[in-house]
Structure formats: structure tokens, C-alpha cells
């Protein structure tokens, strides 16, 4: 009896300590975003190449998510200084992105100065499944984090923006 207990115990044991070896949990490990390139509606072209030296969140979205809208807005004006892009994840949405902007001005208080603009590649690099989903790249280029949903409240969003830090 007490051999099965022994035995049980260092079953129990080697089970909690295996996982955690033998894991491919890479949440930890910091990825270097994608190479990319795509013009926005500011007739500027954004790469991961012109990027590099400057943090900044890419804001994977789409014209037709409502639920976008509020963080756009929220992000925009609370990190107004910082550089912060929003990526559709339709390609749909390539032939109309004045348009699409313009609804975003008038869907809530307050002018969105955010470029807009469209990379389904890149949005597929990066495993977009959701929208909004933020990816917050260091000036390294690195991926510091991802947020999926709404990002609307000031302490939140400080704190992703913290990261970098």
C-alpha cells in the first residue's frame, strides 16, 4: 500500500512538472512584426522598415465593425502624440477608405487624425481572428503585446501605451 502511495505521489508530481518543460508556450517571447508595407488613406506609405525607431500600435479593424469605432476614437485621442494606425483586415475596404474614415468622424465626438488604411496579409501574418484586435510594436520592432476587443477607457489604454516603457 504504501509503494502505490509513493508511486502516486511521484506520478502527481512528474505530471505538474512535464507540462511547463515540454510546452511550446511562446506568450513570452517577443516576435518581430512582419514585414509589411501599405498606403493609407493620408497617402502615406507605413512599413515595417519606416517604422522601425518609433513605437506604435496597429489597430487591425474593418468598416463594418461597429464595435471598433469607440476604441478608434478612445485610442486616437487619448495617445494623440503617438504613432497609431488602422489596419483593415477586409480587402473591401481598399476602395474606400476616405469614406470609411469620414464614418468614423461622425460616428462619435471628435476628428480621428489616425491614418486608415488596408493589409489582409498582414492581418493573416499575424493570426488576426477578431477585430479590434491592437498590436502594440516597440521602436525595435518587436511585438510587445495584443489586445482583442474594445480598448476604450484612459487607465487601459495607458497601460498597453505603459508597456513600452
Known amino acids: 500500500?504504501?509503494?502505490?502511495?509513493?508511486?502516486?505521489?511521484?506520478?502527481?508530481?512528474?505530471?505538474?512538472?512535464?507540462?511547463?518543460c515540454i510546452s511550446s508556450d511562446e506568450s513570452n517571447v517577443q516576435k518581430v512584426?512582419?514585414?509589411?508595407?501599405?498606403?493609407?488613406?493620408?497617402?502615406?506609405?507605413?512599413?515595417?522598415d519606416n517604422l522601425l525607431g518609433t513605437p506604435y500600435i496597429l489597430h487591425f479593424s474593418a468598416s463594418w465593425c461597429n464595435q471598433c469605432r469607440s476604441t478608434i476614437h478612445a485610442v486616437d485621442n487619448q495617445l494623440s502624440n503617438h504613432t497609431y494606425i488602422i489596419v483593415s483586415t477586409d480587402s473591401l475596404d481598399s476602395d474606400k477608405l476616405s469614406d470609411w474614415h469620414l464614418q468614423v468622424n461622425e460616428s462619435a465626438d471628435g476628428t480621428v487624425d489616425a491614418p486608415?488604411?488596408?493589409?489582409?496579409?498582414?492581418?493573416?501574418?499575424?493570426?488576426?481572428k477578431n477585430t479590434p484586435t491592437l498590436i502594440l510594436v516597440d521602436s525595435e520592432g518587436l511585438i510587445v503585446d495584443r489586445h482583442i476587443g474594445s480598448l476604450t477607457e484612459s487607465s487601459d489604454i495607458e497601460a498597453f501605451w505603459a508597456q513600452l516603457a
Not at 500500500?1 to 511547463?20: C, E, H, N, S, V
Not at 486608415?116 to 488576426?128: K, M, P, R
Open 1 to 20: 500500500m504504501q509503494l502505490k502511495a509513493a508511486f502516486l505521489i511521484i506520478l502527481i508530481a512528474l505530471l505538474t512538472i512535464i507540462p511547463g
Open 33 to 48: 512584426v512582419p514585414k509589411f508595407s501599405m498606403v493609407a488613406d493620408d497617402e502615406t506609405t507605413y512599413s515595417a
Open 116 to 128: 486608415f488604411s488596408v493589409n489582409t496579409e498582414l492581418a493573416e501574418s499575424l493570426d488576426i
